[in-house]
């Protein structure tokens, strides 16, 4: 304790107030939504793959901050590395030195990384695209970059640039000029490249709207399309990266696919520290920084800061410890296999698909008579009402953490920590069917509450 501040205490004093004070001072619309689906719950504290709320009720996650918590909440060896360099005292974002940390943890990267030569470190996934997009354009000489429909890249202007969501966009218009292909759509991706003013053309090999996968042989191909036109390839890794589809990168399930520029984050952070990378080819970066004149005309302020680049170090010699990467892929494979059991099972349920711990359950139009005619209630008061039905029980009844994959879908997103294991499949799978089989009871809570849903989408008309 320092000046009399004093962080228990104060976390103690006004701790309950965390959602008048949200509503107050920040996004007001948050606290609303959360009030409105029952998920104001109140977390007290957190480890793995497990968090307790106030009155010390287990919860189990399986969206993981969105994929930021790879290694799970609070893992002792990232946080002892913290401690560590903490009470190191370094001389830290000088600006006018070179600490070991950022090349020690550029090192480490890129032994995961073949083909790759440099890294950037920013501070946040989109700023990994935004790097990628501003080291495209000026390596290239071109000003035009290729995304997917229904792509996220991040939401600052270059990368919502090539966002694939409308309503994102909405209201920050005219960005930069990019143009949208279809994921899978060789073609399409030709003519546009045969235009001549083309960058780069950035993807998710797997997307995170929708949990889509591109097509087998699509990376591939685009890649050999690019280069035969003078454009780069860019693989967004910044949720599917760090072993969360079951290899160290997503587009290494693809043979022969070497990305001329890389974007990682989330999962590099252990959950503590800001952190984005993106990683590249020697001569694109010899380009950029192509003098002492441009030494600074890409940085951050905040960019290889030690606290980061500490978190950064821990997280890959655990998950080289812990052989994540593995674990992540037969976990996922186990949790994939026994969901996709329940398809025939479940008329409401369409599919399973996915990678690793990365895997989308998809909801579809049932047969029957009765539930058809209450899904049709719900498509027609406003599309993903269903699939929200089913993650509030899985919250309020069974203490599991889930969420939709994107607006107006019917797909729930797994992203769990990669630690879970096969106890959390149990506790998972022994939910969701249950929930399964109240949707499929005709009445009951679970309906209940998808007719307020209704009310509440056509109230908002």
């Not at 935004?130 to 997917?148: D, I, M, N, Q, S």
């Not at 087998?216 to 399309?225: T, V």
């Not at 390839?233 to 990266?241: H, I, S």
Request: aromatic content about 8%; overall charge negative.
């Amino acid at each position: 304790m320092t000046g009399g501040f004093d962080l228990r205490a104060l976390l103690s004093e006004r701790g309950a107030e965390r959602y008048e004070l949200h509503a107050r001072y920040l996004n007001h619309q948050l606290p609303r939504m959360l009030h409105t689906i029952g998920f104001d719950k109140v977390y007290e504290r957190a480890e793995g793959a497990h968090f307790w709320d106030a009155d010390g009720v287990d919860h189990l996650d399986m969206l993981a901050g969105f994929g930021v918590m790879g290694l799970g909440r609070h893992h002792p060896v990232v946080r002892q590395a913290l401690h560590d360099v903490l009470d190191a005292q370094l001389a830290d974002l000088t600006r006018f030195d070179c600490q070991p940390l950022p090349g020690l943890l550029a090192e480490k990267l890129l032994t995961h990384s073949p083909h790759l030569d440099r890294v950037f470190f920013g501070n946040s996934g989109t700023e990994a695209v935004e790097t990628a997009l501003k080291f495209a354009r000026y390596a290239t000489g071109r000003p035009r970059v290729l995304y997917c429909a229904h792509a996220f890249h991040g939401l600052t202007t270059g990368s919502l640039s090539v966002n694939g969501e409308q309503g994102f966009r909405e209201g920050f218009e005219p960005l930069l000029p990019d143009t949208e292909i279809a994921l899978g759509d060789l073609d399409a991706l030709e003519r546009e490249l045969r235009k001549g003013d083309v960058a780069a053309f950035v993807v998710e090999p797997i997307q995170g709207k929708g949990v889509h996968e591109a097509p087998p042989g699509f990376l591939r191909g685009a890649q050999e399309l690019l280069h035969r036109h003078g454009a780069l390839l860019v693989a967004d890794e910044v949720q599917t990266g760090l072993g969360r589809t079951g290899d160290f990168y997503a587009y290494q399930h693809e043979e022969g696919v070497e990305p001329d520029l890389v974007c990682v984050a989330k999962a590099l952070s252990g959950g503590y520290v800001p952190v984005g990378a993106t990683l590249g080819k020697d001569w694109i970066f010899k380009k950029v920084y192509s003098s002492m004149d441009r030494v600074l005309v890409h940085s951050a302020s905040f960019g290889s800061n030690a606290q980061a680049m500490a978190a950064g170090l821990a997280v890959l010699s655990v998950m080289e410890d812990e052989g994540t990467v593995a674990h992540a892929r037969r976990i996922g494979d186990l949790l994939a296999g026994r969901l996709r059991e329940l398809v025939p099972r479940y008329e409401l349920l369409h599919e399973i698909r996915g990678r690793g711990l990365m895997i989308g359950i998809e909801f579809g139009r049932p047969s029957s008579l009765g539930l058809r005619g209450r899904w049709t209630m719900l498509q027609a008061a406003r599309k993903g009402l269903f699939a929200q039905m089913v993650v509030v029980p899985l919250l309020q009844r069974h203490r599991i953490l889930t969420q939709v994959s994107g607006d107006h879908l019917e797909v729930i997103k797994l992203i769990p920590p990669l630690v879970i294991d096969e106890a959390d499949v149990d506790r998972f799978v022994t939910a969701f069917t249950a929930v399964m089989d109240d949707a499929h009871g005709g009445g009951g809570l679970m309906w209940d509450f998808g007719k307020t849903l209704v009310k509440q989408a056509v109230a908002q008309r």
